[in-house]
């Protein structure tokens, strides 16, 4: 997630705080600082991580079991 994304509005340019996305992080810079730029990114890994380890868990069992039998061997050997 880029800060500049969630904090523009989804198509609204009039009347808003920031004028384009350079803006949004120049603002977030001088008010926040740098480590403002990375404000929920905690809870982003949280969420993320557990479905990235079972996806490449899963990925790896899955070509191990295709190798196995692409070469003619059983699943127990």
């Known amino acids: 997630m880029q800060p500049a994304d969630t904090r523009l509005p989804n198509g ?4 808003t705080l920031y004028k384009n996305p350079f803006d949004c992080l120049w ?3 001088k008010t926040e600082g ?3 730029w990375y404000k ?5 890994f949280l969420r993320i991580a557990p479905h ?3 996806t490449l868990t899963a990925n790896d069992l899955i070509i191990d079991v295709y190798k196995t ?4 061997k059983t699943l127990t050997d």
């Open 34 to 36: 740098p480590l403002g």
């Open 69 to 72: 039998l692409r070469d003619g």
């Open 40 to 44: 929920g990114s905690t809870a982003h």
């Open 52 to 54: 990235t380890i079972i």
């Open 12 to 15: 609204k340019t009039v009347g």
């Open 27 to 29: 603002k977030t810079f």
